[in-house]
Structures are given as C-alpha cells and as structure tokens.
C-alpha cells in the first residue's frame, strides 16, 4: 500500500538559515508525490509536485524537493527560511484505487514549522 | 482568480441536528474531494467522486453521512444526525485527473 511517513512532527528553525522537512514514502511503483502548506486558519496550498519528470522539483516561495528512489525519499528545503513560511506542511502521495488509476490523496502527519527572529 | 468555494465557513450546531456543508469546485475540474481535519486524525479522506459519481466513500460513517454531487457544479456533505465528534474543519478539493488538487477554505464545524 502506498503511504508516506513525515519524521518530524515540528521543526523549529531560525529566521534566515535552511529549512528541511523530512518525507518518506512508501510505494510499489513509481508515485506521485506532493507537498501541501496550511497556514493557520486556512485551506492547503500546493507548494509542490513531482509526477515521474525531473527528480528536483523547484515550487513556489523558494521550495524545493528532491525524489530519490534509492532512499524513498522526497524532503522539502528551502535555503533561508522567512516568518511567513511558519505553517503545517503535508507531504501526500497519490493513492491508486481498485475502480480509478489515479486515485486518491494521501496526507501525512504534518510538521509545524515555527520561525523565530 | 478559479478557486473551491466552500459554504458556510464556519457553523455551530446542536448535537442532533442536521449540517450542510457546499462546495462549488472549480469550472471544468473532473475529481472533488470531501476531507476531513482533526487534531487527533489528522487530514481523512471522507470521499471523492469522479464525474460527479462517487469513487469512494469508505472513509465516511455510512450511518450519518451522505455525500453528493447534484450538478457538476455543487457538491454537498450532509450529517445528520450530528455529534460533537463530528466537529471539525470539513475540506473540499477539485481536481483534473493526473494533476493536483485545489483545496477550499474549509467549513470549521462545531456541534455543542
């Protein structure tokens, strides 16, 4: 069965220096992968995708995530973290389903992200 | 600017009444999602449809919960009856198949 695990459930950075939000997934097949932010009180932006094309994936607000098959990996960086970038981020695997092929949305835990100044 | 309507946003009920909860995905968008977000469950799959026509619904109490897509343009979450572990934040997501999902707003649900 596909699944993803996020290893931190909170990440704590400093304002300026790097951030990295770990993502392990587990699939059979090549997946599909997504990161997802919520800020607080809000719905879920997509920051990024990877869908079997090139395996860094460059997103939006200065995040990036790099696929490694041989680690099942897909992590989040971003190389100066901001105050705004403090949020729940989701990493989601695309779930295949018996009667549909692309399939559902499968959410991890999530990792709060707190930036201090 | 397209984006998932979600309707109302924020509803407080008695335990025993009946909620509804709308949402308007995207023109032309093929796939929507009902999620549900709690802090104890994290983000759950309640159903999605396809074409208007349910895929999965397994991850929703048959026993109170319905789910529906009347036109390509609504699609609602009903309760009923409702109970406070019913309550909270209830997403809905539209989607083209192969791409991303688009999340709304979310309606926060408190049953009292």
């Known amino acids: 069965a596909q699944s993803v695990t996020q290893l931190d459930s909170h990440v704590s950075v400093s304002e300026g220096t790097p951030v990295l939000l770990r993502c392990n997934y587990s699939?059979?097949?090549?997946?599909?992968l997504f990161w997802y932010v919520q800020h607080p009180n809000k719905g879920l932006q997509l920051l990024l995708k990877?869908?079997?094309?090139?395996?860094l994936v460059k997103g939006i607000n200065g995040f990036e995530a790099e696929f490694k098959k041989s680690e099942t990996s897909f992590h989040l960086t971003k190389p100066s973290a901001h105050m705004s970038d403090a949020a729940e981020y989701f990493c989601?695997?695309?779930?295949?389903?018996?009667?549909?092929?692309?399939?559902?949305?499968?959410f991890g835990a999530g990792t709060q992200v707190v930036v201090t100044p | 600017d397209a984006r998932v309507t979600q309707t109302p946003r924020h509803k407080v009920t008695e335990m025993g009444q009946e909620v509804t909860m709308r949402c308007q995905p995207i023109l032309g968008h093929n796939t929507v999602f009902w999620y549900r977000q709690t802090m104890m469950q994290g983000l759950e799959l309640l159903a999605y449809?396809?074409?208007?026509?349910?895929?999965?619904d397994s991850g929703m109490p048959k026993d109170r919960f319905s789910a529906e897509m009347p036109d390509a343009t609504l699609a609602t979450l009903k309760i009923q009856p409702s109970e406070p572990r019913d309550s909270a934040v209830y997403f809905c997501a539209s989607g083209l198949v192969g791409f991303e999902a688009f999340f709304g707003q979310g309606t926060r649900l408190t049953v009292v």
């Open positions: 449809f396809r074409n208007r026509a349910p895929l999965d």
């Open positions: 990877y869908t079997s094309a090139a395996t």
């Open positions: 699939s059979s097949y090549s997946p599909s």
């Open positions: 989601v695997v695309r779930v295949s389903g018996t009667t549909d092929s692309w399939g559902k949305l499968q």
